[in-house]
Nanobody, 115 residues
């Protein structure tokens, strides 16, 4: 069994920054892909950023140049550095990891961008 615990969400003003963290624990051999998703009220969950074990990354167009995903394989941890935040970034952010053929989700952390 694998557990994911996210942290780092909160309330921030437009233009501000936040750093999300997600730690995976449990029976883990190797994590293939680590992802951040988000879901705003009334909208579908969307993939924000992804990073594989080789540290190749991809981002949704709306966050390119503002968000950076990174990972620490030794700590089974993935990060999302979010800069120049906008009100439209407000959402619950979820960590997701792929281990073997299984996908695991965190409980989500709220990010609110508002003045």
């Amino acid at each position: 069994q694998v557990q994911l615990v996210e942290s780092g969400g909160g309330l921030v003003q437009p233009g501000g920054s936040l750093r999300l963290s997600c730690v995976a624990s449990g029976t883990i051999v190797s994590i293939r892909t680590m992802n951040w998703y988000r879901q705003a009220p009334g909208k579908q969950r969307e993939l924000v950023a992804t990073i594989n074990r080789s540290l190749s990354t991809n981002y949704v167009d709306s966050v390119k140049g503002r968000f950076t995903i990174s990972r620490d394989n030794a700590k089974n941890t993935v990060y999302l550095q979010m800069n120049s935040l906008k009100p439209e970034d407000t959402a619950v952010y979820y960590c997701n990891v792929a281990i073997g053929t299984m996908n695991y989700w965190g409980q989500g952390t709220q990010v609110t961008v508002s003045s």
